[in-house]
């Protein structure tokens, strides 16, 4: 006998008919093409960019920074660009499921505005002038759904259906984008309740990786990282509560920043838990270029988001710390002599869980370029990620209960693992948690500033892998310290992609012993031809308010990895 569906899988089938509807019929794949793509192992590449013209694969193969210019120097109208994203996203959707909502229609419509905006007054209306700008699926954009990977989020505003805020609100941070003459066409996928570093939900599944559809994309920003692969983006807002931003980018190759929490303005954006701040979530920028990350961060900057979020650091974009960083390196990034060389920590290991060989390569790359380069780098032992602690559901998981009961879905197997059977902790021992966290920061800085003791100079940044992994295996994610400590401590970090896996090079050590149960289960897990051409990247943090240091300092790494890559 067939069961009958719910009236939860209904609603959500219903959800992904709308959405699949507002793709123009120009733009849809035929069952056929559907079928083919799924059947690849990667996506990313020359078999998506079959789907696209000559023009559109010029144009979603330009960086953000080309993209304003070329519009600005009328080589591109606003509309042709528009056009060309919003049918690569479209395409990127129909095989990989990576969109929430879709908004072609707004998206053209702004665009010709802009063009008509150039023509009547001989300029463009800000840095951001015709980029397309794709986002998480946390930010309220008026005329579309906020589900955050929720059914019972779906036409409702953040559960609420009686709501005034119905498809008729932007958060603050859309309305900046807009003011610096951004278009934005999409919203990406998520996982249910953004607690996990993988993306899946009831509404469009579950979401992989466009390199190697073995693995996950991530998460939380895991529909940002495909688009990002695919070039269906250049550029898109994410958050990071956990690594939500970082392990993405790394995962699908991209680039990334995650600033201290108060840098980019969270007010009115849709959240899980927002009430617990020691684990601070912040809003962050995932593109295919550091350049375009620069771009986003100073245009956003330049709005003065302190004066409505009171909230938000009151400091614009440091274009002075940018140039002092960049100039103690030459134009490839190799050290000048005249100057102090950069100082990398690095860790190998958190000692709890050992990476797989692909990642620790990454390590040694990394490590062997910049020594290369004339930089110095020196191990890294801060006090143990063991000590961070796991704040994430000391409400006992009651703010993913109560949506989840809006619409009488079950949560998703990673999500039942984290809120089963926990209730909220007292509030005495939630204070004492807040000291551990509060304490553990400290040690982290005392240990930071003893890094100038061998030489007079402090470590500049540090070189840590994303997660145990390359990406991860569906449901697989055991270990969340390398990207979760960082959290508690509120720094900021950039990412950048550093190599691949390589079946015939990274062999795993058949001596290996594990140093605890999940360390052994994830060795275990470690198969060369399964992990074989997926990106390796590597977080490299900053401290608190550093953005524009560790911006600098991450394009300055992909600058001496490139030159590596190419001689």
Request: with cysteine; aromatic share 8%; proline share 7%.
């Amino acid at each position: 006998m067939v069961k009958e569906p719910e009236a939860w899988e209904e609603k959500a089938a219903t959800k992904r008919a709308v959405t699949l509807a507002k793709i123009p019929e120009e733009w849809r794949l035929t069952e056929e093409q559907i079928k083919d793509a799924k059947a690849q192992r990667q996506l990313a590449g020359a078999y998506f960019q079959g789907f696209l013209t000559d023009e559109e694969k010029k144009i979603t193969g330009e960086e953000s920074t080309e993209i304003v210019g070329k519009i600005k120097s009328k080589e591109y109208s606003a509309l042709q660009v528009a056009n060309a994203y919003c049918k690569a996203a479209a395409v990127a959707h129909q095989i990989t499921s990576c969109l929430h909502e879709v908004f072609f229609d707004q998206a053209l419509e702004r665009a010709k505005y802009l063009d008509d905006y150039v023509e009547k007054h001989g300029k463009t209306m800000g840095p951001l002038h015709g980029l397309p700008i794709s986002l998480k699926d946390q930010f309220h954009v008026k005329g579309n759904d906020t589900t955050m990977g929720y059914v019972g989020w779906i036409d409702t505003f953040e559960g609420d259906k009686g709501s005034d805020k119905v498809h008729n609100f932007d958060s603050p941070i859309v309305t900046d984008l807009l003011s610096l003459g951004a278009v934005l066409y999409c919203k990406t996928s998520v996982p249910q309740s953004l607690l996990v570093g993988e993306t899946e939900n009831h509404i469009i599944g579950r979401v992989l990786n466009p390199w190697n559809n073995n693995l996950s994309c991530g998460g939380s920003s895991g529909g940002e990282g495909v688009m990002l692969a695919l070039g269906a983006s250049s550029a898109g807002l994410g958050t990071d509560v956990g690594g939500s931003v970082r392990v993405p980018a790394g995962f699908c190759g991209a680039y990334g920043l995650k600033p201290t929490h108060d840098r980019l303005p969270y007010r009115d954006v849709a959240n899980t838990n927002p009430g617990q701040n020691t684990y601070s979530s912040s809003i962050g920028v995932l593109s295919t270029s550091p350049n375009s990350i620069q771009l986003m961060m100073k245009s956003i900057l330049s709005t003065q988001p302190w004066l409505r979020d009171p909230v938000v650091f009151s400091v614009p974009w440091r274009d002075d710390i940018v140039a002092q960083t960049l100039a103690r390196v030459a134009p490839d990034g190799s050290a000048k002599s005249d100057q102090k060389p950069l100082k990398f920590g690095i860790l190998y290991t958190d000692k709890i869980v050992t990476p797989h060989p692909p990642v620790t390569k990454g390590l040694r790359i990394l490590e062997d370029a910049l020594k290369k380069a004339g930089h110095k780098v020196v191990p890294w032992n801060p006090p143990p990620h063991s000590t961070a602690i796991k704040i994430h559901a000391t409400d006992g998981g009651q703010d993913v209960k109560k949506q989840l009961g809006l619409s009488g879905e079950p949560p998703i197997p990673q999500i039942k693992i984290i809120i089963e059977g926990k209730e909220p902790l007292p509030l005495l021992e939630y204070q004492d948690l807040i000291l551990q966290g509060i304490e553990y920061a400290e040690a982290y800085a005392d240990y930071w500033n003893s890094t100038a003791q061998d030489d007079g100079q402090v470590v500049d940044a540090v070189i840590a892998p994303l997660a145990p992994w390359a990406a991860v295996i569906p449901t697989k994610y055991y270990h969340t310290a390398y990207t979760e400590v960082i959290n508690l401590l509120d720094y900021s970090v950039s990412v950048v992609p550093v190599t691949k896996a390589d079946k015939n090079v990274d062999i795993a050590d058949p001596d290996y012993e594990p140093i605890s149960e999940l360390d052994k289960a994830n060795w275990e897990l470690y198969d060369p031809e399964l992990f074989d051409g997926t990106p390796v990247g590597m977080q490299l943090i900053g401290r608190k308010h550093e953005e524009e240091k560790i911006w600098a300092i991450g394009k300055v790494v992909d600058n001496i990895m490139k030159k590596e890559k190419s001689s």
